[in-house]
């Protein structure tokens, strides 16, 4: 009898059917990078120097001047990061379902697209200068370049990656209603 139960094909539960939890997690990783670079906007925009170096060229002498109109832009990409957390939190959670599935499909994927080809491309260029495969007009300073491309501009990459999984896991988990 114990025979015949172990030669049992094993069922494999299906996304849809486990609730999407194996790939819940990009949801939540995508929350927590937008939410730790939103912050650090906000302690740039509101005077913090912690990490400044960490930028370079231009954006860096800007910051630290305290020019008044990058420093409204480093405000609205901050409130921006956050609200990108946001909505990647809202692909993974019930209180995701209120907005309309076309609106959060359309969102999910063309901010995963944006913030992914944003993301290659920096990070593409600064890897060409590390390299020295460009030689760009002024001189490299390795701290901010290091930085922008292991960690500033690679997080643009990751968060892309990040919301398109979550996006994958939301359009799975919420397949179109049939009509009626």
Not at 33 to 51: D, E
Not at 122 to 140: F, K, Y
Not at 145 to 161: A, E, K, N, Q, T
Request: hydrophobic content about 50%; cysteine-free; overall charge positive.
């Amino acid at each position: 009898m114990s025979e015949a139960r172990d030669q049992r094909p094993e069922i494999v539960p299906t996304v849809r059917e486990t609730g999407g939890r194996q790939r819940a997690w990009a949801g939540h990783a995508a929350t927590v990078l937008a939410f730790v670079f939103g912050l650090f906007s906000f302690y740039w925009a509101a005077g913090g120097t912690f990490g400044l170096d960490t930028l370079g060229g231009v954006i860096q002498r800007m910051a630290a001047r305290r020019d008044p109109g990058f420093i409204a832009v480093v405000w609205i990409t901050g409130a921006l990061k956050i609200a990108g957390g946001l909505f990647s939190l809202s692909l993974v959670r019930p209180w995701g379902r209120v907005v309309p599935r076309p609106l959060m499909l359309t969102a999910g994927w063309g901010g995963a697209a944006l913030l992914t080809v944003y993301g290659a491309l920096q990070v593409g260029s600064l890897l060409l200068v590390a390299l020295g495969v460009i030689t760009p007009s002024e001189p490299v300073v390795w701290k901010p370049l290091l930085w922008r491309l292991f960690v500033w501009d690679m997080s643009f990459l990751v968060w892309g990656i990040l919301l398109f999984l979550a996006t994958r896991t939301y359009a799975m988990n919420h397949p179109r209603r049939p009509e009626s």
